[in-house]
């Protein structure tokens, strides 16, 4: 029997077992509100309705207690699902010691730090309940759709993208790297089985201490023979709008606990906007608008409303400080204004880091250089301006792998294409056609200075029966952290790991 | 359109892509032998129905040449499927190289080089169509029965079992090493969600070369609150029985072209026998009969018929070779008789084994030692006497990992729980349930030499709401290959990793 049920079961007696994730006392009632994993649930001990052996265990329950109770199931619109449980019977399993993760705020470290603690948190239990509905929904639409899951493996002998950045381990006495993409041998099983895709854990040594890079993050890469980069795009639209519209269908519940605003997510029943590569650097560049909407023009705008409200809370902070010095000043109003300026503080420090950012973004996107690569700047920039996904391809073919074919109709450009999230979160997917011709494969190796002999079972896929081919790359932690709106990448997965991050 | 959708279209025009997987010339027709990836398909090319160029064309293809078609959906019975096409037209992508991997038997060591290649041939593609199956039914049943899939870390910092046999990597000047067992994060993300798996690939440096072993192999995690060893003896056979109805279901063309005698796989249906630790030992060891056999008296039986036949095998060679040097005798009798001395050899060298190997179990059941763990020659003597998974459980507790709990009805005991695949497999799963006594683990840890800091966030769970809790492990690749009947776990991964074994 678990709370996620309990609607089932109205008027009825239940028994549930789990933790205490609150209590709190008020005229012979204990408010206890139970988590058993599958939610949250406000259970009532009454001193009049039970033993006083029971209401005094009720009252020993410290937080993360773990007991069990029998109660009846009463409706109640006011509970976060509807129902709250009025106790008759109760049993401790254990009287938790002193939680550490009190209800007050915590640095995100000592948080990371008790990351084995942190996940019981209402927050991140709905972040970790959209996490699996996403994880979920893709093995569905890739099954549904008949393709077949094929593990790459993790050790490699060879780098598919060079051995920068990439984790090495002693493999009886040779070098084994840590798999940083099943690509390579994506399409080697696309050539056995037709459409499959990879579900694993890709390694990236990237000493960067960004908010959307992890050195452990999983990856979803389907790889399909005879599909080109349009049949590739097409696919990729599909893919995300089963997913991000299963998660907004049964993840109601979760998506409220973390206060993410769907409307945004609602849109993704939209056509994906796809720019070619010049298209989207032109509207970086603020020399076409979109939407209606400039970026350069933008984001003055907004650096200006950001400056003029960083005034607005240091002034508000002061006469608030000053207030508080009042001789005489009543202990409430003291608390009050205090827990007022501590939420400006914290406000302030937001507008304060937009204030630093908000000039990079606005100094790389006005000095972007035709040619180069997006950095996280011009993603953020770019995809501020729209409130659905866009696919940006035709990429100049210096800037992206060795293997993406070369442009048919235009040389100069390579088939890749990268999906950004909108909301300013940037890259999600990066895919594209793969080169069929066994010589530009060559001359494209030798030109990334990478070692031919441990590309040659690659090469073979070329004399063997090439077909046109495509496929993508999805980061599962940088869709989570855009469904659920994330400031940093890393509550996007159970046990994040980072520079300097290895425990828990 | 694709070939595992040929019944829907009898009679009518479609078009197919794929490549040759064989081609045979007879009197004007071509009969090559398409695959897509979703199935194979015999395509027959009449120089009276087609343009002399498309004859031309289906002339030139050599295997594994890719190339499309249209053609006329015919009923045929004999065919796997039950349709061959009739060809119309016919476009070649690519005229293969001379393809390395002929129709004649290959030694396993070339065929593991060509791993890539070797993934086509419609052995390789049933085990890995199988292995799918098995992936997506492990989700479905968790996820039907709302467990949450979570996801372990791979970089650990500390190592669930010793550091013996891990893989380590220089994690930013720390030592990380590659997880072996996600099963204390499993615990830590129960606490949190209740019941959860996590899937995910684990790593052990192994360094022997047994038929069992990979370096790198998948492992399927589940963790319950609040579940006693009973609960997850009971869990783990539903489990089985679902993932093995499944493929049964599903893969039925896919089992009859690995050659996999189902009928055991039927017994799924039937309850898995639960032994205990001293009832398996006693089993092994020949002091308990069971399904009607003696351990013993089984292999000294088989030993015996397996040598009368080594003798045969001998003999018959001997005189067909002795033929075969008769003056005049006509070339195809010669082949004739080759062919059949080179199976004879072959299963020769099977009896050879066998051999080999029986007196080594003999004495290994005959001298084993009450209170050892089990070693894969035990596993195999009491799986070969069955007929249905079974399960041992309550362990000696010194063989058994520290995280055990403690029998409560007699202390020598650990509440672990092994299952074995029968047919000789052995070990497939590995579970129990878990200490909940912080004291009783830090006495574990001391006596297994363990560094206690590396565990103090998993005795946390002990401090905040311990709770009654059991789990599992399952090792992907062993399921496949008890599923599949393989002699070798390397055939059930993509591309397997071993000692020795890092390419391709």
Redesign the interface.
């Known amino acids: 029997m678990?709370i996620?049920d309990l609607s089932k079961y109205e008027g009825q007696e239940v028994t549930l077992?789990?933790?205490?994730s609150n209590r709190r006392s008020s005229k012979g009632l204990e408010f206890v509100i139970l988590r058993?994993?599958?939610g949250f649930c406000q259970c009532i001990v009454d001193a009049n309705q039970v033993s006083p052996a029971v209401f005094e265990k009720a009252g020993k329950l410290k937080l993360?207690?773990?007991f069990s109770l029998k109660g009846k199931v009463v409706k109640d619109e006011r509970q976060i699902g509807g129902y709250e449980v009025h106790v008759s019977e109760l049993e401790i399993?254990?009287i938790?010691?002193e939680?550490p993760i009190a209800k007050k705020e915590h640095g995100v470290d000592f948080l990371t730090d008790?990351r084995?603690?942190w996940?019981?948190s209402s927050r991140?239990?709905a972040i970790?309940?959209i996490r699996?509905r996403i994880?979920?929904s893709i093995?569905q639409f890739f099954?549904e759709n008949?393709f077949?899951?094929?593990?790459?493996?993790?050790?490699?002998?060879?780098a598919c993208e060079g051995t920068t950045n990439l984790?090495?381990?002693?493999?009886?006495d040779?070098t084994?790297y840590?798999s940083q993409s099943g690509q390579l041998?994506g399409e080697?099983?696309?050539?056995?089985?037709?459409?499959i895709y990879t579900f694993?854990?890709t390694?990236r040594?990237e000493?960067s201490k960004t908010r959307r890079h992890l050195?452990?993050f999983?990856m979803i890469e389907p790889e399909m023979?005879?599909f080109d980069i349009f049949d590739n795009m097409d696919l990729i639209e599909q893919f995300l709008r089963r997913v991000v519209s299963d998660v907004l269908r049964d993840c109601k519940n979760e998506l409220e606990i973390i206060g993410r605003d769907t409307s945004v997510l609602q849109n993704i029943t939209k056509p994906f906007p796809r720019l070619t590569y010049d298209e989207a650097v032109r509207i970086i560049k603020g020399e076409q608008d979109v939407n209606g909407k400039n970026s350069i023009k933008e984001l003055e705008t907004e650096l200006a409303s950001v400056l003029a409200s960083i005034d607005e809370h240091k002034k508000e902070i002061a006469e608030r400080e000053e207030k508080i010095k009042t001789p005489g000043m009543k202990k409430g109003e003291i608390g009050f204004n205090q827990s007022k300026i501590d939420k400006l503080k914290q406000e302030l420090a937001d507008l304060e880091e937009q204030a630093r950012n908000i000039p990079q973004w606005l100094n790389s996107a006005r000095n972007f250089t035709y040619g180069n690569d997006l950095g996280g700047s011009d993603e953020t920039v770019i995809t501020r301006l729209f409130d659905v996904p866009i696919m940006v391809y035709n990429w100049p073919h210096a800037v992206k792998a060795f293997y993406l074919k070369r442009d048919p109709d235009d040389n100069r450009f390579a088939r890749g294409v990268d999906v950004l999230a909108p909301e300013g979160y940037g890259e999600i997917v990066g895919g594209g056609e793969r080169e069929t011709n066994e010589q530009m494969l060559r001359e494209k190796i030798t030109e990334h200075e990478l070692p031919m002999e441990?590309f040659e079972?690659?090469l073979?896929?070329r004399?063997?029966?090439?077909?046109?081919h495509a496929g993508f790359g999805l980061g599962l932690e940088r869709l989570v952290t855009w469904i659920c709106k994330l400031p940093h990448v890393r509550e996007s997965?159970?046990?994040p790991?980072m520079?300097?991050r290895?425990?828990?």
Chains 1, 2 share one sequence.
């Open positions: 678990y996620k077992r789990g933790w205490a058993d994993g599958t993360e207690s773990s399993y254990q938790a010691e939680y008790n084995h603690l996940l019981r991140q239990w970790m309940k699996n994880i979920y093995h099954q008949e077949v899951e094929m593990d790459a493996p993790i050790f490699t002998g060879n984790f090495e381990t002693n493999y009886f040779e084994a840590l041998y080697a099983m696309a050539m056995a089985m037709g459409r694993g854990p390694f040594a000493k050195t452990e999983w023979a005879f441990a079972w690659y073979d896929l004399k063997y029966g090439s077909v046109p997965i159970p046990f790991r520079m300097g290895l425990l828990p």
